[in-house]
């Protein structure tokens, strides 16, 4: 089978030691399958009672620390991890899945893919994610930036899994087309914009209603939960209502 970027991994059984370096796929696979995982990321805070050990960053990973969890498979994120840490592990005769969705049918096939690798039956809540999000939107449309960053600015450019969620939100991100996928444009070009809404997740950097929305005088804005709308994996299957609720309350 191959992964999201086209490579062919070759297990020569279904692997029994995984190890995680993507937040979002460690809920995925504790959730789905209890037990496989025997190594996580310091930033894996989800489920919140998973016990294995834990590799450092998604960054920078201690790499001698997944090898002594000796798995069969590594689970990556063409984004959030390097691809020389990927390279390493493979040459270390480690086999690594790498997925890269960038908008929800990517993000939804990619996991079925993946737990399918892992011979895990597809699970309930990945139907009930691609349940709750089958219906278009059919309210109104707002234009917004959408910051993930501050000191220095960086926001949402085009081709991004989060901005997908949004616009199926009806939020049109007004750097969509931008060629940079995180454009890092300086604070008077994001007020020249004239969004109609400022959205502010709580992570990568943690937003809040002090720290965010008064860069934006007189523009609404809205806080919103950071897994939600970056994560996939379970919490797909809430996503859609929590964040129109919030977003409502911009």
Same mark, same amino acid.
């Given at each position: /089978?191959?992964?999201?970027?086209?490579?062919?991994?070759?297990?020569?059984?279904?692997?029994?030691?995984?190890?995680?370096?993507?937040? !979002?796929?460690?809920?995925?696979?504790?959730? !789905? +399958?209890?037990?496989?995982?025997?190594?996580?990321?310091?930033?894996?805070?989800?489920?919140?009672?998973?016990?294995?050990?834990?590799?450092?960053?998604?960054?920078?990973?201690? *790499?001698?620390?997944?090898?002594?969890?000796?798995?069969?498979?590594?689970?990556?994120?063409?984004?959030?991890?390097?691809?020389?840490?990927?390279?390493?592990?493979?040459?270390?005769?480690?086999? %690594?899945?790498?997925?890269?969705?960038?908008?929800?049918?990517?993000?939804?096939?990619?996991?079925?893919? /993946?737990? +399918?690798?892992?011979? %895990?039956?597809?699970?309930?809540? *990945? !139907?009930?994610?691609?349940?709750?999000?089958?219906?278009?939107?059919?309210?109104?449309?707002?234009?917004?930036?959408?910051?993930?960053?501050?000191?220095?600015?960086?926001?949402? =450019?085009?081709?991004?899994?989060?901005?997908?969620?949004?616009?199926?939100?009806?939020?049109?991100?007004?750097?969509?087309? +931008?060629?940079?996928?995180?454009?890092?444009?300086?604070?008077?070009?994001?007020?020249?914009?004239?969004?109609?809404?400022? %959205? *502010?997740?709580?992570?990568?950097?943690?937003?809040?209603?002090?720290? =965010?929305?008064?860069?934006?005088?007189?523009?609404?804005?809205?806080?919103?939960? =950071?897994?939600?709308?970056?994560?996939? =994996?379970? !919490?797909?299957?809430?996503?859609?209502?929590?964040?129109?609720?919030?977003?409502?309350?911009?």
């Amino acid at each position: /089978m191959r992964d999201d970027l086209g490579t062919e991994v070759h297990l020569p059984a279904p692997p029994r030691r995984v190890v995680s370096l993507v937040p !979002s796929l460690t809920e995925a696979v504790a959730v !789905s +399958a209890p037990g496989l995982l025997v190594a996580a990321t310091d930033y894996c805070t989800h489920p919140g009672d998973l016990d294995v050990p834990r590799v450092g960053g998604t960054r920078f990973p201690a *790499l001698d620390g997944v090898l002594s969890a000796v798995p069969d498979l590594v689970l990556a994120n063409a984004e959030e991890n390097r691809r020389a840490d990927v390279e390493a592990l493979r040459a270390a005769g480690v086999p %690594v899945w790498v997925t890269y969705p960038r908008t929800l049918p990517e993000a939804l096939a990619s996991l079925e893919r /993946m737990l +399918a690798r892992l011979d %895990v039956p597809a699970p309930p809540w *990945l !139907s009930a994610a691609g349940a709750a999000w089958a219906r278009p939107w059919d309210g109104p449309v707002r234009r917004a930036v959408v910051p993930v960053w501050r000191r220095p600015w960086v926001v949402l =450019g085009g081709d991004t899994f989060a901005g997908d969620l949004l616009r199926r939100l009806g939020v049109h991100n007004v750097y969509a087309d +931008a060629a940079d996928r995180y454009p890092r444009p300086p604070l008077p070009e994001l007020l020249d914009r004239r969004p109609d809404l400022v %959205v *502010l997740p709580d992570e990568p950097y943690a937003f809040t209603v002090a720290d =965010g929305p008064e860069a934006f005088p007189g523009v609404p804005y809205a806080l919103v939960s =950071g897994r939600h709308l970056t994560w996939y =994996g379970p !919490s797909l299957a809430e996503a859609r209502t929590l964040l129109a609720t919030q977003l409502a309350a911009g």
